[in-house]
């Protein structure tokens, strides 16, 4: 296990095109988190799973976004006609959640993110 | 509302001088708090939080609950700490818990 995995690391689609992002977390982490970071900005929290469960959306996750992790291990996130204020970092990261006193729970390990750009 | 607040889009200093990369929140419980470091060319990863009272690289962080801060020091930086610095926030109870709430970053620049 080399830590989150992230693809592809660069996609660069034009304006009303689908996209869709796969991360694969650290195998024994039970929460998934997606992100969003544009330039000059710190991430943005998008959604996260516990396990299969999808238990947080933010309000920047707007109908055209879509996010699964259908069997609790690799998640995918989907875009649908996107537009060009779509164009950033889509960070992926993972953690032991719900686990007070573990060592390490709560700590988000990212991935190298995917890069979209909108044309 | 939670809010992470970093001051300081930039901060540059000499190799050997003391660094205070500050972080403001707010937030009415007992919030956790982390600091993550992203390098040039790497992804983001943990350097410190409050509950574990240690110090990595260098770098302490003491949460200050009078005055909301979580700043970053180090006594004397080093040109390899030159990174983006970003603090965060975590709720650790109620409907948000899962996630962490960032700070905008600081861009620290160890000069030789």
């Known amino acids: 296990d080399t830590g989150v995995s992230q693809n592809p690391r660069h996609k660069i689609t034009k304006r009303g095109q689908n996209v869709t992002f796969r991360c694969d977390p650290i195998?024994?982490?039970?929460?998934l988190y997606w992100y969003r970071q544009t330039l000059g900005q710190g991430p943005e929290f998008l959604t996260y799973?516990?396990?299969?469960?999808?238990?947080?959306k933010s309000r920047l996750l707007s109908d055209r976004f879509s996010a699964e992790r259908p069997k609790g291990s690799f998640s995918t996130l989907e875009i649908q006609r996107t537009e060009q204020g779509d164009s950033a970092m889509y960070l992926c990261?993972?953690?032991?959640?719900?686990?007070?006193?573990?060592?390490?729970?709560?700590?988000?390990?990212f991935g190298a993110g995917s890069r979209l750009t909108v044309l | 509302a939670q809010r992470v607040t970093q001051p300081e889009k930039l901060l540059s200093v000499f190799k050997g001088a003391p660094v205070e990369l500050k972080c403001n929140y707010s937030?009415?419980?007992?919030?956790?708090l982390f600091w993550y470091v992203q390098y040039s060319r790497q992804r983001l990863q943990l350097l410190l939080r409050?509950?574990s009272r240690e110090s990595i690289k260098g770098f302490t962080a003491d949460l200050n609950k009078g005055e909301t801060s979580f700043h970053l020091k180090k006594p004397f930086a080093q040109e390899e700490d030159s990174a983006m610095y970003y603090c965060?926030?975590?709720?650790?109870?109620?409907?948000?818990?899962?996630?962490?709430?960032f700070g905008k970053g600081t861009k620290l620049s160890v000069k030789p």
């Open positions: 409050h509950i």
């Open positions: 965060a926030l975590r709720e650790p109870y109620g409907g948000s818990q899962g996630n962490l709430i």
């Open positions: 799973f516990q396990n299969e469960a999808q238990l947080e």
């Open positions: 195998s024994e982490h039970n929460r």
């Open positions: 990261a993972s953690s032991l959640g719900g686990l007070a006193g573990v060592t390490g729970a709560n700590v988000l390990t």
């Open positions: 937030y009415s419980g007992s919030p956790e």
